[in-house]
């Protein structure tokens, strides 16, 4: 399988994962969960996450919301 090289929230990393939603799960965030997730700054919407692709050099941004006021 071939590794690609991403950045996620700012951090360099190899992952096999071929999709967004894969990239995730990998990472052990719960997909029913409330955040959003953003590649190369642009928003990619939940109903994407298992189609979209993954390429090397992407920068992925998982946004979540600040408890508090």
């Known amino acids: 399988m071939t590794m690609l090289e991403i ?3 700012g ?3 190899e992952t096999q994962a071929a999709t967004l939603q894969a ?3 990998a990472r052990g965030y719960a997909l ?3 955040f959003a997730c953003a590649i190369n700054k642009a928003f990619v919407p939940r109903s994407q996450w298992p189609e979209r692709r993954l ?3 992407d920068c992925i941004d998982v946004i979540t919301p600040i408890q508090g006021g």
């Open 55 to 57: 390429q090397n050099g």
């Open 11 to 13: 951090e360099r990393l």
């Open 7 to 9: 950045s996620l929230n």
């Open 32 to 34: 029913q969960g409330a």
């Open 23 to 25: 990239l995730l799960l």
